[in-house]
C-alpha cells in the first residue's frame, strides 16, 4: 500500500513527555516505538515487552533505529513508570489524528458507505472505554475514558467532537440511542444508523406496531433484504424491512427511515429455531441506503466487538492484564488499537498470522511505524 503521510513514530514523537529532562536515560518516543514493534511482534503486556529485546542478537542496531541512545532498553519497572505518566489526552489526540489521516488515504469506492461504529468496553478492574471504529478499515478512529459511576452517553458528543462527522455513518447500539446524539451527528451532516431496544419503549413500540400487522405491513413496508449464512452447524437467516411511514409521526432529529430486523437462526443438528428481532431509524434516506444497506451497516457495526475487542482481549491478553496503575491500562488499550489498526492498514486479516509474521521480521516492523 503507497502511503502519502507520515509514518507512525512522527506522530509519536509530538507526544509531550510529563517527566523532567534532568536524569532522563530513554526519550519518551523512543520507548513508545519500542513498545508498539514489541506489540507487533507478539509482546502482550509491558513485563513482555521489557522481555523482548534482552536477548536479541541485533540489540544494538534496534535501539538506534528506535532512537534510544544508550546501549540498553527500558527495564520492567521503568516502562510501568513512564507508561503510566504518558499524557493521555495527548496520547488518544495524536493517535486519533494517525487513524484519520490513514482513514482519509484510503478513500471508499464510489457509493461505499463510511461506516462508524460507536461502543464502550470495559478494562478489566480498571474504567470502561469508549471507541470509535471504521466498519471499511478496522481502524480506531478514537477513544476516551467513560467516566466512573456513569454511562457512555455523556462522553459520546466529547468523542464525535474529535472525529469527522461530515459524510460518515455513525451505528450504535441501543445505550447510545439518543436524540441529543442524533442531533449532534445530523447538525454535522453526519448519518447515523442507531438500534432501538427497551430502554425506548414508546420508541420501540412504535416502531413494531407499523410491521405488526402481516395485513396491513406490506403497504408500509418500502424495501426488504434477506440474507442468509451457513456455518459452524447453523444455518442464519436475516430479513430487514423498512418504511418511512413514521418520518412525521416520531419526534427524531434527521429520521428518514425506520426498519424491523429479524434475525433466524436454525441449529442444523437439532432443528431448534431461534428468533431475535430488533427495530431502528436512521437518517439516511432510501434513496442513499436501502435495506440492503442497512443490513450492511447493521452487521458492520459489530466490527468493533470481533476486530477490535476479541482481538486485544483473546490475542493480546487485555482481559487477563493486571495492570492497574494510574492511565497505564488505557494508555496500553490506545497503543493495542493502533497497532491492530497498523496491522490491518498492511492488509493482515488474522492478527495472530500479523504477529508471527513480525515477530520474525523486526526490520519491517520497524520501518512499518517509520523508523
Not at 487513524?99 to 484510503?106: K, P
Not at 470509535?132 to 459520546?156: M, W, Y
Not at 436524540?179 to 454535522?188: C, K, P, S, Y
Not at 430488533?278 to 451497516?297: F, K, N
Amino acid at each position: 500500500m503507497i502511503k502519502t503521510i507520515r509514518p507512525l513514530a512522527e506522530y509519536l514523537a509530538e507526544i509531550r513527555d510529563p517527566r523532567k529532562a534532568k536524569g532522563l536515560r530513554h526519550p519518551l518516543v523512543a520507548i513508545l516505538c519500542l513498545v508498539c514493534v514489541a506489540l507487533m511482534s507478539g509482546a502482550k503486556n509491558p513485563k513482555a515487552i521489557a522481555n523482548w529485546w534482552k536477548n536479541r542478537q541485533d540489540l544494538g542496531p534496534l535501539l538506534k533505529r528506535l532512537g534510544f541512545t544508550k546501549s540498553y532498553g527500558p527495564s520492567k519497572s521503568t516502562l510501568y513508570r513512564v507508561l503510566s505518566l504518558v499524557p493521555i489526552e495527548c496520547l488518544e489526540a495524536k493517535l486519533q489524528q494517525w487513524s484519520e489521516d490513514n482513514l482519509a488515504d484510503v478513500p471508499p469506492s464510489p457509493g461505499e458507505l463510511e461506516g462508524v461504529a460507536v461502543d464502550g468496553k470495559t478494562l478489566r478492574g480498571s474504567r470502561r472505554l469508549l471507541s470509535a471504529f471504521s466498519h471499511r478499515l478496522g481502524l480506531t478512529l478514537g477513544q476516551l475514558a467513560v467516566a466512573d459511576k456513569t454511562n457512555e452517553i455523556g462522553p459520546t458528543p466529547d468523542l464525535l467532537a474529535g472525529l469527522i462527522i461530515e459524510g460518515r455513518i455513525f451505528t450504535m447500539d441501543a445505550l447510545l440511542t439518543r436524540r441529543e446524539i442524533a442531533q449532534t451527528i445530523v447538525d454535522h451532516k453526519g448519518d447515523y444508523v442507531m438500534i432501538v431496544k427497551d430502554n425506548q419503549p414508546t420508541l420501540r413500540a412504535d416502531i413494531e406496531l407499523l410491521f405488526a400487522d402481516p395485513e396491513a405491513a406490506p403497504s408500509f413496508v418500502e424495501d426488504c433484504s434477506v440474507t442468509t449464512d451457513k456455518g459452524h452447524g447453523r444455518l442464519e437467516v436475516r430479513t430487514l424491512q423498512t418504511s418511512s411511514a413514521l418520518n412525521d409521526y416520531l419526534d427524531w432529529p434527521g429520521l428518514q427511515q425506520v426498519f424491523r430486523l429479524e434475525r433466524k437462526t436454525i441449529i442444523l443438528k437439532t432443528g431448534e429455531v431461534r428468533t431475535e428481532t430488533v427495530c431502528g431509524l436512521t437518517s439516511l434516506t432510501a434513496q442513499r441506503a436501502g435495506a440492503a444497506q442497512l443490513q450492511g451497516l447493521v452487521r458492520g457495526h459489530w466490527g468493533i466487538e470481533n476486530r477490535s475487542y476479541w482481538v486485544r482481549d483473546v490475542t493480546f491478553g487485555e482481559d487477563k492484564s493486571q495492570v492497574r496503575h494510574g492511565y497505564l491500562p488505557q494508555v496500553m488499550a490506545a497503543l493495542r488499537n493502533c497497532v491492530i489498526s497498523l496491522l490491518r492498514l498492511h492488509n493482515f486479516r488474522l492478527i495472530p498470522d500479523a504477529l508471527d509474521y513480525f515477530a520474525a521480521r523486526s526490520l519491517e516492523a520497524l520501518a512499518a511505524i517509520g523508523c
